[in-house]
């Protein structure tokens, strides 16, 4: 059978898996065991999976598919950053960082190859999408992650945040679905509280995560709180202004009372001045959000923007807090191998 025609196997849940052993004659305990290595021990190909007999193996080769995802190359950061260029089984690649602090294992992770919604800040906007990953690709790059956490400090992911390439929302099923394999007992039984998904807004699909009543965070990437300006950096500003974000997260927040925080850029002479920051006072007040991030900007090539003086930046923290607002300044990670915000783009030192 060509590989075209193989059916990815992990598209099978238990039932249907042990429906299919049952229909070749198999013990039907065989299909837990391949679950659990597809799931759980995270098995890159069916050789891999020791506890069943050869003939078996060959069988499963021969009529599935197992599209794994594989480490390309690995950088490391002088601060501990870990970035991997995911492999993915039709050439394509995408990144994911591991993020180690005393406290902290975070990996962020990508969900599309390159991007659609060109933001003038990112280096993911600048390639284009080329398509959306399928959900047990998103579930293979946090276990590599997690494999990577655990081999260079002894300790697993504490946290996921869907921060990497592409924008979540606009591969809705895949990204929901790989939530559901990693929050999964017999998946990586990771907490949804521990897991944050990013958008650049997108209210239709904000309102369906309230609909879907789901569990895990969510992040909105702000980065200027005035429609003009929000226009001028993210075009997807245009057809989803602010005040349909505001209205949509209030929405989330009623049908989940899930976490919602604002991620905030600073860009020198651009949305920096104390107006700005009343301005991202006036969006914090209209939405139950638990804080805001301000990020340090990371240059790209190309880019048109530069980072704000260190005093300008205090300033506007210094603002916030008079003002009541929950901020933390994220230093970003992993600038030196271009891990860091905003930077992700497939390319190699």
């Known amino acids: 059978m060509h590989s075209e025609q193989k059916k990815n196997i992990r598209q099978y849940d238990l039932p249907s898996l042990q429906q299919y052993f049952q229909e070749i004659g198999e013990k039907p305990f065989r299909a837990k065991q391949v679950y659990e290595w597809l799931w759980l021990k995270h098995a890159p190909t069916f050789e891999a999976m020791t506890n069943l007999s050869k ?4 069988s499963l080769e021969n009529n599935f598919s197992l599209p794994a995802v594989t480490v390309d190359t690995l ?6 950053t870990m970035k991997s260029r995911f492999r993915l089984h039709d050439g394509h690649f995408v990144e994911g960082v591991l993020i180690p602090t005393e406290t902290r294992q975070t990996a962020c992770v990508s969900s599309q190859v390159g991007c659609s919604l060109s933001c003038k800040f990112c280096a993911t906007g600048t390639m284009g999408r080329k398509r959306n990953l399928n959900f047990d690709e998103i579930y293979d790059e946090v276990a590599l992650l997690n494999q990577q956490a655990l081999q260079s400090s002894g300790k697993k992911l504490t946290n996921i945040v869907y921060m990497g390439m592409g924008e979540p929302l606009l591969n809705y099923n895949n990204v929901l679905k790989s939530i559901e394999r990693i929050t999964a007992a017999d998946g990586l039984a990771m907490s949804p509280k521990r897991i ?33 300006k929000r226009n001028e950096i993210m075009p997807i500003n245009e057809t989803n202004d602010l005040k349909s974000l505001i209205d949509a997260l209030n929405y989330f927040y009623k049908q989940t009372e899930s976490q919602i925080s604002f991620e905030y850029i600073l860009f020198r002479n651009f949305n920096d001045s104390l107006q700005d920051a009343d301005d991202l006072i006036k969006v914090y007040r209209q939405v139950p959000a638990d804080l805001v991030n301000i990020i340090e900007y990371n240059p790209i090539d190309g880019g048109r923007f530069a980072k704000p003086d260190e005093d300008k930046v205090q300033a506007f923290m210094d603002y916030l807090s008079k003002h009541r607002v929950n901020s933390r300044l994220r230093r970003s990670r992993g600038k030196d191998i271009d891990a860091a915000c905003g930077q992700l783009a497939n390319k190699i030192a």
């Open 55 to 58: 003939p078996l193996r060959l």
């Open 75 to 80: 950088q490391k950061s002088e601060d501990g």
């Open 196 to 228: 944050t998904v990013s958008t650049a807004g997108i209210a239709k699909m904000i309102r369906q995560l309230g609909d879907d009543k789901v569990r895990f965070n969510l992040a909105l990437s702000l980065h200027a709180a005035n429609d003009t």
